[in-house]
């Protein structure tokens, strides 16, 4: 090999005349590395070091060198495979060597034990209130429109009101991070296609709660209203994130990259919706559950059950804040910018 062909300009020996930078997990780039100190501390023979930077070639660009160029580098087969080896070894070490352990955060912790009870009150309350209607004698429908037909219409509506604020909120989170390659129908396809199967999974199971006896025998029964309630709302929720999964995966499927990120981005809502309700229907059907074990088992068991129901909605609540707040260190600060705007 001539001297001549082996100054050979980069562009010719990678694969894109416009080298991408090889960013590590946590902002260290690759081309911060000089060739021949890294290659040398590699092992790699002076003699190979010499050929690659008469041709021009940094650190970074090792990875980057098309089969031509490497033809060109005029290099024996064995010492051509053990540096291509050794250069991707050494991109793992570099990006597994810069990814930390997520921070804990004790505001995240106390938030989502505040969240885990509140959330958990409502059946804990209602079951120490089993007796109400016993005790007050008054058993009338006037009393029991007040005590169940308003509460339970406010609850629907609340939840109705709650879940189309805050779909929009977590479509918009799900792609805030969204990496450059990849391609938002098949991601999005995915994620339907699991929420629609939970969703068809629970709406099963509350089906059978529905039809299964109630808390008491007396089915009129102040707690036996609130368990059918929470069992329809929950019952409704898992339908319709089932069915809105199945439609919105019917109509992004046959669409192209380009039309399917349109279609997402005029959706977006939507997109977020199913995820939602099928919370929703979970967080109802524990409902349901407590209130069966608070008729069935008396207050001692219902109370355990809403401590495990409280650990519960604390661990998701947590998991939740915590992949909602995870920052992609893989794309720029103007990718994530251009995302929320976007999905904005």
Same mark, same amino acid.
């Given at each position: ?10 562009? @010719? ?6 080298? #991408? ?44 060198? %098309? ?10 087969? +064995?010492?051509?495979?053990?540096? &291509?080896?050794? =250069?991707?070894?050494? &991109? ?10 997520? /921070? /804990? ?16 009150? /409502?059946?804990?309350? *209602? ?27 406010? *609850? ?21 991070? &969204?990496?450059?390659?990849? %391609?938002? %129908? ?27 006896? /109630?808390?008491?025998?007396?089915? +009129? ?5 609130? =368990? ?22 019917? =109509? *992004?499927? #046959? ?9 997402? &981005? ?30 069935? =088992? ?26 909602? @707040?995870?920052?992609? #260190? ?15």
């Amino acid at each position: 090999m001539s001297s001549t062909s082996a100054v050979t300009p980069v562009t @010719a020996l990678s694969s894109s005349s416009d080298l #991408p930078r090889r960013r590590s997990s946590y902002g260290e780039t690759i081309e911060e590395k000089d060739l021949r100190t890294e290659l040398t501390k590699g092992g790699i023979s002076s003699v190979i070091i010499d050929k690659l930077e008469e041709a021009g070639l940094e650190f970074a660009q090792l990875g980057e060198i %098309n089969d031509h160029g490497w033809a060109r580098l005029d290099l024996l087969l +064995g010492d051509e495979y053990r540096l &291509k080896a050794w =250069y991707n070894q050494y &991109k793992d070490d570099l990006f597994f060597s810069h990814i930390d352990p997520y /921070p /804990p955060s004790l505001k995240k912790n106390v938030i989502s034990w505040v969240m885990g009870i509140i959330l958990a009150a /409502p059946p804990l309350i *209602i079951g120490h209130l089993k007796d109400i209607d016993i005790d007050s004698g008054d058993v009338s429908n006037a009393n029991m429109n007040m005590r169940v037909l308003l509460p339970g219409c406010l *609850i629907l509506f609340g939840m109705y009101i709650l879940t189309t604020q805050l779909r929009t909120i977590l479509g918009q989170d799900m792609v805030q991070e &969204k990496s450059g390659s990849v %391609n938002i %129908n098949e991601s999005q396809a995915n994620v339907l296609t699991n929420i629609g199967v939970v969703g068809a999974l629970f709406l099963t199971m509350v089906l059978a709660l529905v039809q299964a006896d /109630p808390p008491l025998e007396d089915a +009129g029964r102040f707690i036996c209203q609130y =368990y059918q309630i929470f069992n329809i709302i929950s019952m409704f929720l898992c339908f319709l994130s089932t069915m809105m999964s199945a439609l919105l995966l019917n =109509y *992004i499927s #046959p669409l192209d990259a380009g039309a399917g990120f349109i279609y997402f &981005k005029n959706f977006m809502d939507y997109f977020g919706e199913p995820a939602v309700c099928i919370l929703c229907a979970v967080l109802f059907f524990l409902y349901s559950i407590i209130l069966w074990i608070f008729g069935r =088992y008396g207050f001692q068991c219902g109370d355990i059950a809403s401590l495990a129901t409280c650990f519960c909605i604390q661990r998701l609540c947590l998991t939740q804040s915590y992949c909602s @707040a995870w920052v992609n #260190p893989l794309i720029e600060a103007s990718d994530r910018k251009k995302n929320v705007q976007f999905f904005t």
